[in-house]
């Protein structure tokens, strides 16, 4: 499943880019829904929101650290939500990356093509798009206390809790134990009435 959500998350942007650079480069911008939403092609050398502009290798070398980082992950990764988690994450990063290694001006200094724009919002693509969503679900997910090998750590809790249950329940028959080892005593009482019934054959003969 990480490895379907990635293709697909990859492959939507690469195609999208495609499309934008043969339609939209060099055009004048195209205005959607009465301007909430605007097309245009943009080119970014730089992280989100055009951060670090003169860093375009570093930024190569820690989106392919990444890249490994979600793979390597995936070895332990017995759940579904997170394996669609980790699936946008890696999908995203591999669009950011291909445009960096493959696009002008060079290898590992390539600009990322974006092209969606939102009132009061930096420029994006879908592969920023499925790596924010991706993370925003990784913290839902963190939050419910669901980890990435499929366990909870609220039913750990609850198993301690019921383990501290069970050995309360244990301890509570210690104390009626008591009682008991008190009946011998009681049995060892009515042995004088016994003699007394014995004395008393001889009495009436």
């Known amino acids: ?13 690469i195609v999208t880019k495609m499309i934008v650079v043969a339609t939209l480069q060099g ?48 070895r332990n990764l017995r759940s579904l939500p997170w394996a669609i988690c980790l699936g946008l994450m890696l999908g995203g990063a591999l669009g950011n990356l291909v445009d960096r290694m493959f696009r002008a001006p060079a290898p590992l200094e390539g600009h990322v093509v974006d092209w969606i724009q939102v009132p009061n919002w930096p420029v994006f693509n879908l592969a920023d798009s499925a790596v924010v969503c991706g993370g925003v679900l990784a913290v839902v997910l963190a939050a419910r206390g ?17 383990g501290g249950g069970g050995e309360s329940a244990k301890s509570e028959p210690s104390e009626p134990s008591e009682p008991k080892s ?17 004395r008393t054959p001889g009495d009436e003969s």
């Open 27 to 74: 055009e004048e911008p195209i205005r959607l829904l009465g301007g909430l939403l605007t097309l245009r092609e943009t080119r970014n050398s730089g992280a989100a929101f055009s951060i670090g502009t003169g860093y375009t290798v570093v930024f190569t070398l820690i989106a392919s650290g990444v890249v490994v980082a979600i793979i390597w992950t995936g």
């Open 146 to 162: 669901l980890q990435i090998d499929g366990t909870r750590i609220t039913d750990d809790k609850d198993e301690d809790g019921d």
């Open 182 to 198: 008190s009946e011998p005593k009681s049995a060892d009482e009515p042995k004088p009435a016994d003699e007394r019934d014995a």
């Open 1 to 13: 499943m990480l490895a379907v959500v990635a293709v697909l998350a990859l492959a939507a942007d």
